[in-house]
């Protein structure tokens, strides 16, 4: 979790590209809990901002994680971020990066009542949590939406908790969708925040924004917000913001609430997305696909004969683009599957397969915290 002084909380690679929306505060407190009937959720017709809000605020939560200090003179360092109902199970979805390295959480609704929670599981690589309440606690629950149907130019509401300041909304507009948030380096390949296939939007969010909903206009929740992103000198730019898409959240949730952890397909390669420039210096006739920058050894795309300079187009004719990314094409196997990559080297279009291994969980333990 992040505490002062270190606002980049366990993602140090970032401090330069990427500002995570979370915020910490010197003290922690103590609370209760209301009980209060859940709604069902649904899928109304457009609305305006005004309705949209008085909708889904109940289902929106504030959240608290803090580990106690061993000396009490020492103060009490907390994180605060956001988060929503996902179910009527009382399953609460925020950011990993909120949550992790804590001991205790604590789930606030609208209505200024809050709860103690419980945590379910987290998703480093995803940057995604599940935290659970009391079912009888809850308000409402949120409509999921689906993130594929994002299009660019849509209007977008973003609520949270920047600075612990609960009920904020925010609106702008989607961007576009199959954004990486932080550098082609990291496209597709850290496990400790992927920050691959986000929706890029312009509704403004700050710390503590984290793991807060964004809305479509139906009020469905399409996304989670994560991160905003800075220049070199450390300045945030502004109308740049990203969401963790729902349709990643909805898969990842269901691992995480069924097992307590997820399970990732491994291919073994670092990459990088094929651009305009990388097209032209590599003398390539599309910008579509990635780059293989490095090939782990012993992985499953060294026994495969992927070779680093190799290009990848395609995935079981999946073909990998900037709305389809490498990351979100593997979303849909499992480990131990098997799948063909056609890909170019030497400027002749070859094939293989590979049967995909599974992210050790060590690697989240020993690199994430997880």
């Known amino acids: 979790m992040s505490r002062p002084g270190q606002p980049f909380g366990r993602l140090p690679r970032l401090i330069l590209l990427a500002i995570l929306i979370c915020t910490s505060f010197p003290v922690v407190g103590s609370g209760t809990a209301i009980a209060q009937e859940a709604d ?111 299009l660019p130019g849509e209007k977008v509401v973003a609520i949270g908790s920047p600075s612990g300041i609960t009920n904020t909304i925010t609106e702008g507009i989607a961007s576009g969708s199959g954004r ?81 952890r997820i399970s990732l397909p491994l291919i073994g390669i670092e990459s990088t997305p094929i651009t305009i420039p990388t097209a032209i210096i590599y003398d390539l006739p599309f910008a579509n696909g990635v780059l293989v920058t490095a090939v782990a050894n012993d992985s499953p795309a060294d026994r495969a004969g992927l070779r680093e300079g190799d290009v990848v187009l395609s995935i079981d004719d999946q073909d990998i683009t900037k709305e389809d990314t490498l990351s979100e094409i593997l979303m849909s196997y499992n480990p131990g599957d098997t799948i063909e990559i056609v890909y170019i080297r030497n400027g002749k279009e070859r094939d293989t397969d590979l049967r995909l291994a599974e992210v050790p969980q060590s690697i989240f333990d020993e690199e994430c915290g997880a």
């Not at 709860?115 to 079912?135: C, M, Q, S, T």
Request: aromatic fraction near 8%.
């Open 180 to 260: 990486t948030g932080a550098s082609p380096g990291l496209y597709g390949q850290t496990q400790c925040g992927n920050y691959n296939n986000l929706i890029q939007h312009s509704a403004p969010i700050n710390g503590g924004n984290s793991g807060g909903p964004l809305f479509n206009m139906q009020g469905e929740v399409i996304g989670i917000n994560t991160l905003g992103i800075t220049n070199d000198a450390g300045t945030a730019l502004a109308g740049i913001y990203y969401a963790v898409p729902s349709n990643t959240i909805a898969k990842i949730a269901a691992d995480l609430i069924e097992d307590g």
């Open 40 to 150: 069902d959720a649904s899928t109304p017709a457009e609305l305006s901002t005004v309705d949209l809000v008085a909708e889904v605020l109940p289902g929106v939560v504030a959240i608290m994680a803090y580990t106690p200090a061993e000396d009490p003179d020492e103060g009490q360092g907390y994180s605060i971020g956001s988060g929503f109902v996902y179910d009527a199970d009382g399953h609460i979805i925020t950011n990993w990066h909120v949550v992790a390295g804590s001991e205790l959480y604590y789930v606030t609704f609208s209505s200024g009542f809050y709860v103690e929670a419980e945590l379910v599981g987290l998703d480093p690589r995803d940057d995604i949590a599940v935290l659970k309440v009391d079912p009888d606690v809850i308000p409402a629950v949120l409509a999921m939406g689906d993130s594929d149907a994002v």
